[in-house]
């Protein structure tokens, strides 16, 4: 090999060498590069599963609500030990108060969703609500149903190759486009 | 049959090696400190860069011995500089130490808030208890240290087996109450706020699952005291934003069977913890490396001189 190829190939050989290390050993920090330097179809379908994961959270936070606490999908509720038991402390508020909240997700509007390391994400999103509560004996309404919309930001994180939300807190976000009364 | 010892200089490519070495590194750190955005400490503690880094050692020694072997000066100062250099950059990335520490009135060391630490050191635990904060102008913190009293003014450095410590902030936790309808006591704490991001700064008192967001009061009052006259309160249950706005000091504000208020506190500071090593291997590693750049262009410009 003359002394001019060699100083191009050897370089970039390394360069290769390094990239496989990283794949092979640092996985999660070589896609995680490849997705924030490459954008792309990955980093777009990385993003359409945080936004999936935040989706399947409230619909099943919907129904331990609506059921009164009853766990039947807590296996499938995306959500980190410490968020599950939030959850049920709240319910299990509820409970003592004699009250069911009965919560329906009328829209969620993603506002920015980033995947900000090797396995962690936040999102910001706009949620809209209609809620109301219901005595917990028999059913019967104890309000009449209202409508409520807030920012909320989410935190996750990759358990076993699946987003699990692992927090979240209320955002000061403005609200997209109109709607008033019930949110349909 | 006799044996030659090889001779260092005979192995070639050593500098191609580690200039085949360095460039991924470069380019590594680059794309993920300033493309990514990751920290520092997080883009170098990937197992590849780890690999390629000690391997640096490698064409760095090779070099050392190969300019000790053909008495060449200025490659020895410049291969034993760089070689203090990486050592260096090993030191901090195993032995590097920083951390801050909450403490109130009263209260001991119960563990670090935040800490920047290197892979192979250990939390020191600190036997430290902020005793009082007095009104003196000057030393005002009384704390005791391994059992020991002190009194510190801010930012007066002190220490601990290695650690380099110093008082670096002085708040007021106010004294939250939450209460029920009937007047009974849930909880009450001191509430150090400002630990974490105000978005993220909540509290939960008692087994009650609301969470209270507090921040600084949309107006902001005149009257100057350690605790503001008025806070910004939020008071979230699940998705339901229940309360949203700014409470007065000692007022109650009733919320679903309870109230909460807030009074004067008791006063916290910020302790920041470090262990501090003079980087020697840093500045001797660059002087070496400057002196053998300075001597190898002083052996050039001889050359040139004697060539004409």
């Known amino acids: 090999m003359s002394a001019k190829l060699k100083f191009i190939a050897i370089p970039f050989a390394s360069l290769g060498i390094f990239l496989l290390l990283l794949g092979v050993l640092d996985r999660e920090s070589f896609f995680h590069a490849l997705l924030r330097l490459t954008g792309g179809k990955r980093l777009v379908q990385e993003k359409a599963e945080v936004l999936k994961t935040i989706k399947d959270y409230n619909l099943i936070l919907t129904d331990f609500y609506a059921s009164g606490g009853v766990p039947a999908m807590l296996n499938r509720f995306p959500a980190s030990k410490m968020l599950r038991h939030a959850v049920f402390?709240?319910?299990?508020?509820?409970?003592n108060s004699g009250k069911i909240l009965v919560y329906d997700l009328a829209e969620l509007t993603p506002v920015t969703i980033e995947i900000t390391s090797p396995g962690t994400a936040e999102a910001v999103v706009f949620e809209e609500w209609n809620y109301m509560y219901q005595n917990a004996e028999n059913r019967k309404p104890l309000s009449l149903p209202k409508g409520m919309g807030h920012g909320f930001k989410y935190r996750l994180k990759r358990q076993k190759g699946k987003w699990i939300v692992i927090g979240w807190d209320p955002a000061d976000v403005k609200e997209p486009e109109k709607k008033d009364g019930f949110y349909f | 049959m006799k044996v030659r010892p090889l001779?260092?200089?005979a192995i070639p490519g050593h500098r191609l090696f580690f200039a085949s070495l360095a460039l991924p590194l470069l380019l590594w750190y680059v794309s993920a400190v300033y493309g990514m955005g990751l920290p520092p400490a997080e883009a170098v503690d990937v197992a590849a860069f780890r690999i390629f880094y000690a391997l640096l050692f490698v064409p760095v020694i090779i070099e050392l011995v190969a300019s000790l072997q053909r008495k060449t000066f200025h490659r020895l100062l410049v291969a034993a500089g760089l070689l203090l250099l990486l050592a260096q950059?090993?030191?901090?990335?195993g032995f590097r130490f920083s951390g801050t520490i909450a403490l109130g009135e009263n209260e001991p060391f119960e563990g670090y808030h935040k800490v920047d630490a290197g892979v192979w050191v250990r939390n020191t635990p600190v036997p430290i208890a902020l005793a009082k904060v007095t009104d003196d102008a000057g030393k005002k913190f009384i704390i005791?240290?391994?059992g020991r009293q002190k009194k510190l003014a801010l930012n007066e450095p002190f220490s601990w087996q290695g650690l380099r410590l110093r008082i670096t902030e002085q708040r007021t936790a106010p004294l939250f109450f939450?209460?029920?309808a009937k007047g009974e006591q849930v909880d009450?704490?001191?509430?150090?706020?400002?630990l974490v991001a105000a978005e993220r700064d909540f509290f939960q008192m008692g087994l009650l699952p609301h969470r209270f967001y507090i921040g600084p009061a949309t107006e902001k009052g005149t009257a100057e005291s350690p605790v503001p006259d008025s806070l910004h309160?939020?008071?979230?249950?699940d998705k339901l934003v229940i309360f949203d706005e700014d409470i007065s000091k000692k007022v109650p504000l009733f919320f679903e069977g309870h109230s909460i208020k807030y009074e004067d506190g008791t006063p916290w500071v910020v302790i920041r913890a470090e262990r501090f090593r003079t980087p020697y291997a840093l500045y001797l590693g660059l002087l070496?490396?400057?002196a053998g750049a300075l001597s190898r262009r002083r052996i050039a410009g001889r050359k040139d001189e004697t060539a004409s």
């Not at chain 2, 009450?188 to 400002?194: D, E, F, Y």
């Not at chain 2, 309160?233 to 249950?237: A, N, P, Q």
């Open chain 2, 7 to 9: 001779k260092i200089s």
């Open chain 2, 233 to 237: 309160l939020k008071i979230v249950r």
């Open chain 2, 89 to 93: 950059g090993v030191l901090h990335y």
């Open chain 2, 178 to 180: 939450v209460d029920t």
């Open chain 1, 89 to 95: 402390r709240d319910l299990g508020y509820l409970k």
């Open chain 2, 144 to 146: 005791y240290l391994n």
């Open chain 2, 188 to 194: 009450a704490a001191n509430i150090k706020l400002g």
């Open chain 2, 288 to 290: 070496l490396v400057f």
